[in-house]
Antibody, heavy 118, light 108 residues
Framework: EVQLVESGGGLVQPGRSLRLSCAAS????????MHWVRQAPGKGLEWVSS????????AYADSVKGRFTVSRDNAENSLYLQMNSLRPEDMAFYFC???????????WGQGTLVTVSS | QTVVTQEPSLTVSPGGTVTLTCASS?????????PNWFQQKPGQAPRSLIY???SKHSWTPARFSGSLLGGKAALTLSGVLPEDEAEYYC?????????FGTGTKVTV
């Protein structure tokens, strides 16, 4: 069974940093692209970032470009999102998801909440 | 900035049929945008229903189908059940980047 478990969320002040993790199990992690998607409370879904299986292709939404960095450790079956210079508008549930544009984001974690407030 | 637009809300009777659409501000949606559709219920993570316009996962109920319709991606629910009440999001691929639609609240 595919499992994705996010962690690392919490309360952080504007301008500070936070690192999210996504622990994967139940599939061959190193063979799949992975993604971060966020959802502000009561709002819609927003794609944040994607990373290919070998980290060779990385993309970011304009809203986080230059502040967020996605990475992965295939040996540890883990995905990461380093979030710097956090803003109140970054406050959201952050989900990790597995898959590609062709095969769909077929599995999702339950999300971790990031609260940005002074 | 690319905007992907969906109907804000739709209401359907049990057993009925409803079609949700997904439009891109850049022009007609084609198969090259690899349209995906997701269902999200309150307090839950999104669940993938359709990928690559019309492909279904093993868990996708047969009453859900995806297509292209009049320059938009479309999700049709046929024989709607009460448990289909949810928010539905499309996702389009723009050559490396993705954009989610604004979401459609389906009320049964």
């Amino acid at each position: 069974e595919v499992q994705l478990v996010e962690s690392g969320g919490g309360l952080v002040q504007p301008g500070r940093s936070l690192r999210l993790s996504c622990a994967a199990s139940g599939f061959t992690f190193g063979q799949y692209a992975m993604h971060w998607v966020r959802q502000a409370p009561g709002k819609g879904l927003e794609w944040v970032s994607s990373i290919s299986w070998n980290s060779g292709n990385i993309a970011y939404a304009d809203s986080v470009k230059g502040r967020f960095t996605v990475s992965r450790d295939n040996a540890e079956n883990s995905l990461y999102l380093q979030m710097n210079s956090l803003r109140p508008e970054d406050m959201a549930f952050y989900f990790c998801a597995k898959g590609s544009f062709a095969s769909g984001f077929d599995s999702w974690g339950q999300g971790t909440l990031v609260t940005v407030s002074s | 900035q690319t905007v992907v637009t969906q109907e804000p809300s739709l209401t359907v009777s049990p057993g009925g049929t409803v079609t949700l659409t997904c439009a891109s501000s850049t022009g007609a949606v084609t198969s090259g945008y690899y349209p995906n559709w997701f269902q999200q219920k309150p307090g839950q993570a999104p669940r993938s229903l359709i990928y690559s316009t019309s492909s279904k996962h093993s868990w996708t109920p047969a009453r859900f189908s995806g297509s292209l319709l009049g320059g938009k991606a479309a999700l049709t629910l046929s024989g709607v059940l009460p448990e289909d009440e949810a928010e539905y999001y499309c996702l389009l691929y723009y050559g490396g980047a993705f954009v989610f639609g604004t979401g459609t609240k389906v009320t049964v």
